[in-house]
């Protein structure tokens, strides 16, 4: 059912009402004068609406996202599953929401505890010497590995070491980190079965390679079962193994990178580690390192560190959800985690055999991915994913891993119920039976959602990207 | 496990609809070398009730009063906002990757771009960054793509410590960018802008803060008007009063509009320049477009310049940002209506000045003489106790600077003391409790 969408917030506003209260007036402080030029621009120009519109206008604009507690987020590389409410409510009381930073030590001891626990519950996951809390999100933890790799070359004399090989199950985040770190980047094919072997690597090993990027288990849902052999390669010629742990919801309990060769790794808290994905963010990405990168790493103290990559403690808010959940669980309940998510996701992957074309016969961890290919009547993954939305799901991710011609990754964690990876198994053959009996429906979907297909092409070719005054 | 949605019976329904006959089995593929043997050395699980006592044996205290700012600020959050902002829909959906079912957060961006170009006075502005730290640095990397062959940056000595800190970080993995710090007026707290116009306008870019670290609006006097400015603000309640410094772009931190300081983090960043540039701007952007109906929709934007489509040449690595925080701001700003941010900025503004002129007559100046908003330093050397006497009553007078500036000497005794609305109920019992202290023994 089509709902009404509400317009941004200043086609309501009014400039004749009155603002929210502050504090009621304090006659001795008000009699204070300012001393200081002010803007008379009205502050740009935006009014007033009332509480009550306020509250409204953002319940109904709510209304029109899908989220996780409506249902199935099959999301693949997001890892959309439940985030626990308890953790909500311990981040938000206020003796974990209000402290400042540069209040003196003796406030901030529960603090400084609790972020060592999670740094060495971290550790512990993933095998690694040391955890560094600090980065902001994933791709900013993935900046933050690549900035101490490069320094680690730089304090080994080897400047030559300027080329970072990308595989194509790469997210683009790799790429992009390695090149703001001041890397060359070099795109590297993986195996026909779908994951990296060592001869895909070998022969691009030469003296300027500083070190690779792999996501492992893969964008594919792929272990990588040549990680621990690409990694002494690469340490026979002084590389690094960075390992971008997107997809550590498979494997936490299973396997330890840091036991396995990888220098460097970011963990997603959002992710993993079920602090919420927010509609984009707040993230956090932690990175845990061996002892050889140790020096390096932002507030190491010693004169090697890169330096602090972002200011005060990094994303305490996540640290508190992620520190409740792990409580809650503890090692055994981690590894059921990765235990279910793999199973949950080789259960559709084993129902949906007859009805979408799956790539690779390797088997698959927590995604799996799938295409297009032999859809009937010129449809695509697009229709696919635009139709399921008619259906009450949430589609899987598109067009990524991007070296899988029409990919369709589909993630579904390990917090789902059998019977909803049923409703969305039956809703992914019934679109698949439409594409043949209504192609129509199929390619003008969606039809239910509160905007039908939006039209991104005229976003960007007339770009409009604010209100202004008098905006209609 | 908790949060698992199986049973026990359903696991081996869909193991035997898999054809596998234990979950171990599906993790055949992992070479056995690679196999963990242990568990893991984890504690847990607690319950729910039981972790709240565990938390409450922590025993967390907090100052009773606490005139600590320096980049992060204590303001009043309505409790329309904290109900809004926890609903699922906000809370448990993923970026707007399919703006047909994500209107909702797609709409929410478009009104903080609109916000941050109003406060700022530009043309346009992004969707949010991590926080004022990483937008200062990711600023800076913009100028570098607009300016290539310029390499040295000019960065006021008033510039957040943490920030230039964070920018050295950022920059040190640049080929050949030179940091020049601008010296601070000692007696205004005004950065002096002593560079030819001939070497501003060469240089990279200009980086001024302002209100700057110490408190103080900066007048910009001597900047070259064709100078690359990068204008930097922490306190973003400043906004509502201060008029814009013009620029070219401006960044700074909006954890002042409803985010709780949860020591720093999260929080979010904004990032505001001009229209010529909007191809060069990080971090993800809303445009307003239609739907196959005609009607008004909004989605992302401009994607060709992200990682997840440019890859190694994209303008920044950004994925994940900040979308909670950019809705608490959009919302705080929404129930505070422009005059109501106003109000609250003038009341942060006046009790700043209550305080300090309080102070003064209790033998503590300020240092400056530069006008200020919210946050000002003192210097107690002549009342070297005085802090620690405060501190023991749970009243921290302030932020040491030599916490920041260590081989500096004339910051050994100094403060940077903010005050905000929540103090200005308050003003005159806080001159009070210090005067008790420095003169009423």
Redesign the interface.
């Known amino acids: 059912m089509r709902s009404v ?6 086609h309501i ?1 009014r ?1 004749d ?8 007036p ?1 006659a ?3 009699a ?18 009332s ?1 009550p519109e ?2 409204r ?3 109904r ?10 249902g199935l ?1 099959p ?1 693949g590389s ?1 890892t ?5 409410r ?1 953790n ?1 409510a ?15 030590e ?3 001891e ?2 400084q ?1 609790i972020m060592g626990e999670l740094a060495k ?1 971290l550790a ?2 993933s ?1 690694f010497d040391e955890v560094c809390l600090l980065p ?5 933890g ?2 933050t590995a690549t ?1 101490m790799m ?1 320094a680690y070359h730089q304090a080994q004399g080897n400047t030559a070491k300027n080329v970072i090989l ?1 595989p194509d199950t790469a ?3 790799n ?8 890397f060359k ?1 070099k795109n590297i094919s993986s195996g026909p079965d779908g994951y990296l072997r060592l001869e895909d690597v070998v022969p691009h090993l030469d003296d300027t390679v500083a070190g690779i990027m792999i996501t492992n288990p893969n964008t594919c849902g ?2 990588e ?1 040549d ?2 052999r690409i990694a002494d390669a690469l340490h026979a010629k002084d590389a690094l193994l960075y390992m971008d742990g997107a997809n550590f919801n498979a494997v ?5 990178p840091g ?2 060769g990888v220098d460097v790794m970011h963990f ?1 808290l ?1 992710k993993t580690f ?1 602090t ?9 990405g932690p990175i845990g390192y061996v002892s050889k990168l140790a020096p390096f790493a ?1 507030g190491s103290g010693t004169k090697q560190s ?13 640290y508190i959800r992620a520190w ?1 959940y ?12 990765s ?2 998510a ?3 996701a ?2 559709i ?3 949906l055999a007859d009805t979408l074309h799956v790539p690779f016969a ?2 698959s ?1 927590h995604e799996f991915v799938a295409t297009d290919k032999g859809f009937p009547n010129d449809l695509a993954t697009i229709d696919l ?2 139709r399921l ?1 008619d259906h009450g799901f ?2 899987p991710t598109m067009y ?1 891993p991007i070296h899988v011609k029409g990919a369709i990754l589909i993630e579904p964690t ?5 019977e ?1 990876l049923d409703r969305f198994i039956d809703a992914v053959k019934a679109v698949r039976a439409e594409m043949e009996t209504s192609p129509e429906v199929v390619r ?1 979907a ?1 039809h239910t ?8 092409a ?3 070719r ?7 005054v008098g905006d209609e | 496990m908790r949060y698992s949605g199986l049973t026990p019976a359903t696991r081996e329904q869909m193991l035997r609809a898999i054809g596998a006959n234990d979950i171990e089995a599906l993790f055949a593929s992992i070479p056995a070398g690679d196999r963990m043997q242990r568990p893991l050395d984890i504690a847990g699980p607690v319950p729910e009730a039981q972790l709240w006592r565990d938390i409450d044996a922590m025993n967390v205290r907090r100052p009773r009063v606490a005139l600590v700012g320096g980049g992060l600020y204590q303001h009043f959050i309505p409790a329309a906002l904290e109900r809004l902002v926890s609903r699922s829909e906000w809370l448990t959906s993923y970026t707007p990757y399919q703006p047909e079912i994500a209107q909702g957060s797609c709409v929410m961006y478009y009104e903080f771009q609109s916000y941050a170009a109003m406060l700022t006075g530009q043309e346009i502005a992004n969707g949010g960054m991590y926080d004022g730290s990483t937008a200062l640095a990711e600023a800076v990397l913009m100028a570098k793509r607009l300016r290539p062959k310029a390499h040295r940056l000019y960065v006021s000595g008033a510039l957040h410590p943490e920030y230039l800190a964070v920018l050295r970080t950022y920059l040190s993995f640049q080929d050949g960018i030179e940091i020049v710090v601008l010296p601070v007026d000692p007696a205004t707290g005004r950065t002096r802008v002593e560079v030819s116009e001939a070497d501003q306008s060469a240089a990279l870019a200009v980086i001024v803060q302002s209100p700057n670290f110490f408190g103080v609006i900066e007048d910009c006097a001597g900047i070259a008007a064709d100078a690359f400015t990068i204008w930097c603000a922490t306190e973003a309640m400043a906004l509502a009063l201060v008029p814009p410094v013009p620029c070219q772009i401006a960044v700074g931190e909006i954890q002042s509009f409803g985010i709780p300081v949860q020591l720093g983090g999260p929080t979010s960043g904004y990032f505001a320049t001009k229209k010529e540039h909007v191809r060069q701007l990080p971090g993800r952007l809303i445009g307003r477009t239609v739907d196959a109906d005609g009607k008004e929709a909004f989605c992302i934007t401009l994607a060709t310049r992200e990682q997840f489509i440019r890859r190694d040449r994209a303008t920044s690595n950004i994925c994940t940002a900040s979308g909670l925080m950019c809705l608490r701001a959009v919302t705080y700003l929404s129930l505070m209506g422009r005059r109501g941010l106003e109000d609250v900025a003038r009341q942060n503004a006046k009790a700043a000045r209550y305080v300090a002129n309080g102070l003064a007559e209790l033998g503590i100046p300020r240092v400056h003489s530069g006008s200020f908003f919210n946050e000002f330093v003192i210097d107690l050397a002549a009342h070297p106790k005085l802090h620690k006497a405060l501190a023991k009553k749970d009243f921290v007078l302030g932020l040491p600077l030599a916490r920041f500036y260590p081989k500096d000497k004339a910051m050994k005794h100094r403060y940077l003391v903010n005050v905000t609305e929540l103090h200005y109920p308050d003003a005159q019992a806080i001159v009070e409790e210090v005067r008790r202290h420095a003169v009423g023994r």
């Not at chain 1, 007339?462 to 202004?468: A, G, V």
């Open positions: 969408v509400d317009r941004p917030i200043f506003a400039d009402r009155g603002g929210f209260g502050a504090f009621a304090n001795e402080v008000d204070v004068e300012l001393d200081f030029a002010q803007r008379s621009d009205g502050c740009g120009g935006f009014a007033q609406v509480e306020c509250v206008h953002y319940t604009l709510s209304t029109l996202n899908f989220d996780i507690d409506r987020y999301l997001c959309m599953k439940h985030n626990p308890l909500e311990v981040a938000a009381d206020p003796r974990f929401a209000t402290p400042h930073p540069y209040w003196p003796p406030y901030l529960a603090h505890a519950d512990e996951v095998g902001a999100a994933g791709a900013h993935e900046l900035f490069k990308i997210h683009g985040t790429p992009a980190s390695a090149a703001m770190t001041g980047c792929i272990y079962r990680l621990s936490m309990g299973i396997f330890q036991k396995l997603n959002h079920t919420p994905h927010g509609g984009g963010g707040p993230g956090s932002p890169i330096g602090p990559v972002k200011a005060y403690f990094g994303q305490w808010g996540m409740t792990i409580r809650s669980l503890g090692g055994k309940g981690l590894r059921e985690v235990e279910e793999v199973l949950n080789n259960y992957k084993a129902r390797t088997p961890f994913a635009k939305l949430h589609p990524f390990e917090t789902e119920s059998l909803e003008t969606p959602t509160p905007v039908r297909r939006v039209n991104e005229l976003a960007a007339q770009l409009h990207l604010r209100w202004s």
